[in-house]
C-alpha cells in the first residue's frame, strides 16, 4: 500500500501528461519503485498519466528533475516533463524568472521563461544517423535516428494521419540493430508547419505528444534539408512543439519550447 496524502501534482506538456512529485523537502521513498510508478499512472485505476517526475534538490544545479515511465522504467531525460518540471519550480518559488538549470540523467540543462511559457536547452545532440537499413512500409520516405536524450527513430511519412502508430511503432520500437530499443515518430508535412505523432516505449502506445521526439524530429528533418529553424511541429493534442537549432550536422544544439499547464493539485489516496 502506498503511504496516502502525498501531495502531487497534473501536469499536461501538449498532451504528454506527468504525475509531478515535489520532494525538494521530503525524500519521494517508495513513490518511484516501479509497482507505485504503475499503480499512479494507471489510466482506468490511478490517478493517470504517461510518467512520474520527482522533483529533488540538487548540488549542480537549481533542482534535479527524475523521471519515471508509466511501466516503472526510468529514463535519461523527457522534454515536455522538463518544460513542466521548469513550470511548477517556479510556481513553488524554487525558480524565479530569470535563467535556471536542471540536473537531468542526461546532463544538466539549461532553460529560460519566454512569454509564452518555458524554453529549455537540452545537451547537444551528436548520434544523428541516416540511411538506415530498415525496409520502408507504403507510404515512407526515410527513417533516420537521434540520441536526443533518449534514442528516437524518426519515419517521414507522406500523411501522418494514416499512419498506423501501435501497428507499425511497436516493432520499430524493438528495432534489433537498437540494443536498448527506441521511440519512434511520424512525420509529415501540414503546410507551413508538420505533424507529428509518436509510440513511445515505456508507455507502450501513442503518447499525444513527446518533447525529445519533436527534437529528434527537427534535427532530421533540418539535416534533410526538408524544414529550417524553428522548426514547429503539430502533436496529435494539437498543441505545437518549437524546437530552435544552433549548429549544423555533426554538432546539433537544440531549444524546445512548449506547453507547460499545470492541471490540477491533489492528495494520494489508497492504492494496491
Not at 521530503?26 to 512520474?52: F, Y
Not at 521548469?86 to 510556481?91: D, F, I, K, P, Y
Not at 512569454?115 to 515512407?140: F, Y
Request: with cysteine; net charge negative.
Amino acid at each position: 500500500m502506498i503511504a496516502s496524502g502525498r501531495t502531487f501534482y497534473k501536469m499536461s506538456g501538449s498532451g504528454n501528461d506527468f504525475v509531478m512529485i515535489d520532494a525538494m523537502t521530503e525524500p519521494a521513498g517508495g513513490l518511484t519503485e516501479a509497482k507505485a510508478v504503475q499503480a499512479i499512472c494507471g489510466r482506468a485505476t490511478g490517478v493517470g498519466a504517461d510518467g512520474l517526475v520527482v522533483i529533488e534538490p540538487s548540488a549542480v544545479a537549481d533542482f534535479r528533475m527524475v523521471y519515471l515511465n508509466a511501466d516503472g522504467s526510468r529514463a535519461d531525460l523527457c522534454g515536455n516533463a522538463s518544460l513542466c518540471s521548469s513550470r511548477l519550480a517556479r510556481e513553488l518559488g524554487i525558480i524565479g524568472d530569470a535563467s535556471y538549470s536542471i540536473e537531468t540523467d542526461a546532463g544538466v540543462l539549461r532553460g529560460r521563461f519566454l512569454p509564452g511559457g518555458p524554453e529549455v536547452d537540452l545537451e547537444p545532440v551528436t548520434e544523428v544517423r541516416t540511411g538506415l537499413s530498415l525496409r520502408l512500409a507504403p507510404g515512407e520516405r526515410w527513417i533516420g535516428f537521434a540520441q536526443a536524450g533518449v534514442p528516437h527513430l524518426v519515419v517521414r511519412v507522406d500523411d501522418v494521419s494514416a499512419v498506423d502508430v501501435v501497428g507499425r511503432g511497436r516493432p520499430l520500437r524493438h528495432e534489433a540493430s537498437l540494443p536498448r530499443g527506441a521511440n519512434v515518430n511520424f512525420v509529415s508535412h501540414d503546410a507551413p508547419d508538420w505533424r507529428i505523432r509518436t509510440y513511445e516505449r515505456g508507455v507502450e502506445g501513442e503518447t499525444l505528444a513527446c518533447g525529445t521526439g519533436a527534437v529528434a524530429t527537427a534535427i532530421l528533418l533540418t539535416q534533410a534539408g526538408e524544414a529550417t529553424s524553428p522548426v514547429c511541429l503539430r502533436t496529435r493534442s494539437g498543441r505545437v512543439l518549437r524546437v530552435r537549432l544552433d549548429g549544423q550536422a555533426g554538432v546539433w544544439r537544440p531549444s524546445l519550447s512548449g506547453e507547460a499547464r499545470i492541471v490540477f493539485e491533489g492528495r494520494l489516496g489508497e492504492w494496491q
